[in-house]
């Protein structure tokens, strides 16, 4: 599935090393009980690298989650949600926020697409992305969905080299809950 990148990186998302943090608390409780929580990682891959110059890249990555939880679905264990797409895009836009839709491959075989919109913030020196909204079609349509993606050991001194950013790693908790 395509997931669009209008530029937050995604829901962020989000290479291929493993960044070594605790994943991001769970969004604040709502007045729905949890369908699934989830927690996982985001990579994302940018070519060409990302510099502190706007350029037209191609962006792809996977969201992974391999620990699911929910007492009304066991059979929803993981998911993933493979992304690609390209966007005009710089190292001091990289943040900006956006919106897209993205496909979760469920580990029983089913799928969830839901429409999000995301935005980021510093936390303690830490960029943090929330990405939320309703899954549009497919298991558990209905249902809101809070993405909040952790960048624990983001370092954006590659924009400054001519290679760029290439990669982007974080951690991601997921809620999904009955509006």
């Known amino acids: 599935m395509t997931k669009r990148i209008p530029m937050a990186a995604g829901a962020l998302v989000i290479a ?3 960044v070594a943090a605790a994943p991001a608390a769970p969004a604040a409780a709502s007045a729905s009980p949890a369908l699934v929580t989830c927690a996982g990682s985001t990579t994302v891959a940018f070519s060409p690298g ?5 350029r037209t890249v191609s962006v792809s990555g ?3 989650a391999n620990l699911c939880v929910s007492p009304t679905h066991p059979q929803l264990t993981g998911f993933v949600a493979p992304f690609s797409g390209t966007a005009t895009q710089s190292c001091t836009s990289l943040f900006a926020g956006g919106s897209g839709t993205e496909t979760l491959h469920w ?3 089913t799928t969830s697409t839901w429409a999000y919109t995301n935005s980021f913030s510093n936390v303690n020196g830490t960029k943090v992305g929330t990405s939320t909204g309703p899954i549009t079609s497919g298991t558990l349509a ?13 370092d954006l001194s590659a924009c400054s080299t001519p290679q760029g950013l290439t990669t982007l790693n974080g951690l991601d908790t997921w809620t999904l809950t009955r509006p």
């Open 62 to 64: 996977q969201d992974t």
């Open 16 to 18: 291929l090393t493993t």
């Open 50 to 54: 990302l510099t502190n110059t706007e």
């Open 107 to 109: 580990s029983d075989g």
């Open 142 to 154: 209905g249902a809101e969905v809070t993405q909040t993606i952790t960048f624990p050991n983001l």
